[in-house]
């Protein structure tokens, strides 16, 4: 019989930190073995299910980020860029799998992952639901059967505390757009139009941002042709899907080789 795996929690007093601590601890074949929040957080010393409201869970939030990674099979962090870069450096020391679900990441912090990914296994998803991915699956794969006659516009919306935009999911449908097209996203991104802006260049990839109460996040890619438009998309009811993602993918880490990963490789969309 397999031990259980043992998942740490960066950011555990957190929206996505509390619905994880939730998620690992009703998932078979898991458990949390640590949480941590950033230091002088109100809730450290509190337990962390109780913080999830599931009760005791007998994890006390701690600072040590050092401790919660080297005790844990794989960690799951949905905090912050530098914080995420910080714990992709530990994850590398220790051979822990880091679940990286915080979304705005530079260019430094995406070479800091893949630095890591050399010695240990590294899941990043600016999404990390079913459906996103099954959707950047069919969005690289249309992208590519239709030509630049269609326009792509990616339109996406989130409550009024997000922090970054366009959401790290729209700029993914992006590259999974510009992927399919065979063109790299910054040459042909558009994410402003203001005044006059003259005609739409031919095979940009426009992007819409609204923001606005409590709107976990949707997510439409449109693909318009002329006399004809066909739109999919993606609408989250609750983060509980993130979280789910995230253990899934703590669960698929084990036993893997070091590697930068998907979540399309997680749920087999691709190798
Ligand atoms: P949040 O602000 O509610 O939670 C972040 C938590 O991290 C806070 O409690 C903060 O105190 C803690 N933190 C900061 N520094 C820390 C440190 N050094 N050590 C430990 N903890 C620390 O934010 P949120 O809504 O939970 O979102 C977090 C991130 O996850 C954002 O980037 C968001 O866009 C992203 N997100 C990704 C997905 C996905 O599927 N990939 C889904 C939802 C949110």
């Known amino acids: 019989m397999v031990d259980d795996m043992k998942i740490?929690?960066?950011?555990?007093?957190?929206?996505?930190?509390?619905?994880?601590?939730?998620?690992?601890?009703?998932?078979?074949?898991?458990?949390v073995s640590g949480a941590t929040e950033v230091t002088g957080h109100e809730a450290l010393g509190r337990d962390a299910g109780e913080l999830a409201g599931i009760g005791n869970i007998g994890v006390p939030l701690k600072s040590d980020s050092e401790e919660l990674v080297v005790r844990a099979d794989a960690v799951i962090d949905f905090t912050s860029p530098a914080v995420t870069e910080s714990h992709?450096?530990?994850c590398m020391r220790a051979g822990t799998a880091l679940i990286a679900g915080t979304t705005g990441l530079s260019d430094d912090h995406e070479a800091a992952l893949?630095?890591?990914?050399?010695?240990?296994?590294?899941?990043?998803?600016?999404n990390m639901s079913v459906g996103v991915t099954l959707l950047l699956a069919l969005t690289e794969r249309v992208a590519g059967m239709l030509d630049d006659e269609f326009d792509i516009?990616?339109?996406?919306?989130?409550?009024?505390?997000k922090v970054d935009a366009p959401s790290g999911t729209a700029l993914g449908l992006g590259e999974a757009a510009a992927a399919g097209r065979a063109v790299r996203l910054s040459d042909v991104k558009k994410t402003k139009r203001d005044g006059h802006t003259g005609p739409r260049t031919p095979g940009e990839i426009?992007?819409?941002?609204?923001r606005g109460g409590d709107v976990v996040g949707d997510h439409t890619v449109v693909f318009s042709g002329a006399g004809e438009r066909i739109e999919f998309t993606h609408k989250a009811a609750s983060r509980v899907i993130f979280a789910a993602g995230a253990v899934r993918a703590a669960l698929w880490s084990r036993g893997k080789s070091p590697g930068l990963y998907s979540m399309k490789a997680v749920l087999g969309f691709e190798d």
């Open 153 to 161: 516009e990616i339109v996406e919306m989130h409550h009024r505390h």
């Open 206 to 210: 426009g992007f819409a941002t609204l």
């Open 114 to 126: 893949l630095e890591a990914s050399a010695k240990t296994v590294i899941v990043r998803a600016p």
């Open 88 to 90: 992709a450096h530990l």
């Open 8 to 31: 740490g929690i960066v950011g555990a007093a957190g929206r996505m930190g509390q619905m994880c601590v939730r998620q690992v601890s009703e998932w078979r074949g898991c458990s």
